[in-house]
């Protein structure tokens, strides 16, 4: 059956099927009975509370072990306000909800606009559908984007502006952490980004009538530095864990945490971008709020130089973001990880 809506939320609820276009191929289906359901422990939760203070040696250690061995963590007492977060998952809400002509006034199928609401991931390239729409924001710095953003809901730019205000403090907070974890400058990591970026996403997955055949997003590194992930209560996160792919619990106010591939290339692979992907289910909506965090696409990203010597050589040449991060968007999203590319050669 051939689609007739530009976006998902409008096409979703009039189908029982789901569409040839949205369908993978046998090979690559989501195979939801083989996934394992995460355990308190499997992504460790790490209480940032005394970061600044008594506990930051401590606190570091467990960042540092994340990131060295998992690639994701969650964080809770992180300093975003529960008020926030509500606020910020219910104008998502309200803005999916908006009528469909009301929406559409923000959609754009180019990767390259600042702001945009789209579909899948990237329909000028991609084969296969995603069950998914987002509304895709740049947002640092606030002022050069704010103006760009939906005007409705009317409180969408004051609120979002202020959340993305918090979160980048949360992200720079992790990022001086991780810095130290991996004995850099406590700084290192912030001065190696330029003028530094930021984007988020609000990814709407409607409730899908097959969800075996296809996914809200397949298999995926971030090409960004770090992720900083708000969800809802709906379970559709999953993570690679030695070959297997686990489901993520969400945990109320807590943000998920991934190493992006930048990390993996600036601690010259101690730190790991991990796969990850989302699943979608046949009952529910659901809603996730990705934070990517990045260098500017004029910095310069490769291995710091304290963590190159004769055992664990460069692993990566040196590359601009903007060159990696156009890369990222033009081949699709594959399991096969962007980062490949920028290796030296032989590493
Ligand atoms: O929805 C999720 O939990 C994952 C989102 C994600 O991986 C992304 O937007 O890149």
């Given at each position: 059956m051939a689609t007739t809506k530009v976006l998902l939320t409008d096409l979703a609820p009039t189908v029982s099927h789901v569409p040839s276009n949205y369908i993978r191929p046998i090979s690559d289906r989501p195979n939801l009975s083989d996934v394992q359901i995460s355990d308190q422990g499997f992504i460790p939760l790490i209480d940032l509370r005394g970061l600044e203070g008594p506990n930051r040696e401590d606190i570091i250690k467990q960042i540092g072990q994340a990131c060295q061995h998992d690639g994701f963590f969650q964080v809770k007492n992180h300093g975003i306000p529960m008020t926030m977060i509500s606020k910020i998952m219910g104008l998502a809400r309200e803005f999916f909800r908006l009528p469909e002509s009301e929406r559409l006034k923000n959609y754009s199928d180019d990767p390259s606009k600042t702001t945009r609401l789209s579909t899948s991931f990237n329909v000028k390239t991609e084969k296969v559908s995603n069950w998914r729409d987002f509304l895709r924001l740049h947002c640092y710095p606030l002022e050069d984007y704010v103006h760009e953003w939906p005007s409705n809901p009317p409180s969408l730019r004051e609120d979002l502006a202020e959340y993305c205000t918090s979160i980048r403090g949360l992200a720079l907070r992790l990022l001086e952490a991780i810095s130290e974890s991996l004995g850099l400058q406590r700084d290192y990591i912030?001065?190696?980004?330029?003028?530094?970026?930021?984007?988020?996403?609000?990814?709407?997955?409607?409730?899908?009538?097959?969800?075996?055949?296809?996914?809200?997003?397949?298999?995926?590194?971030?090409?960004?530095?770090?992720?900083?992930?708000?969800?809802?209560?709906?379970?559709?996160?999953?993570?690679?864990?030695?070959?297997?792919?686990?489901?993520?619990?969400?945990?109320?106010?807590?943000?998920?945490?991934?190493?992006?591939?930048?990390?993996?290339?600036?601690?010259?692979?101690?730190?790991?971008?991990?796969?990850?992907?989302?699943?979608?289910?046949?009952?529910?909506?659901?809603?996730?709020?990705?934070?990517?965090?990045?260098?500017?696409?004029?910095?310069?990203?490769?291995?710091?130089?304290?963590?190159?010597?004769?055992?664990?050589?460069?692993?990566y040449r040196n590359f601009t973001y903007g060159e990696y991060y156009e890369k990222f968007w033009n081949r699709g999203l594959a399991t096969e990880c962007c980062l490949d590319m920028f290796r030296v050669s032989g590493a």
């Open positions: 912030e001065k190696a980004l330029g003028k530094q970026a930021q984007h988020m996403a609000l990814n709407y997955y409607p409730p899908c009538p097959q969800p075996e055949l296809t996914y809200g997003l397949p298999g995926h590194t971030d090409p960004n530095l770090i992720t900083i992930l708000l969800q809802d209560d709906v379970p559709g996160l999953q993570v690679l864990r030695n070959g297997k792919w686990i489901a993520v619990n969400p945990i109320p106010n807590t943000f998920i945490i991934n190493i992006g591939d930048q990390m993996q290339v600036i601690s010259n692979d101690q730190h790991k971008s991990v796969l990850h992907r989302a699943v979608v289910n046949c009952n529910k909506e659901r809603i996730s709020i990705p934070t990517f965090y990045c260098p500017s696409p004029d910095a310069v990203i490769g291995p710091a130089k304290e963590l190159i010597n004769d055992d664990q050589p460069a692993v």
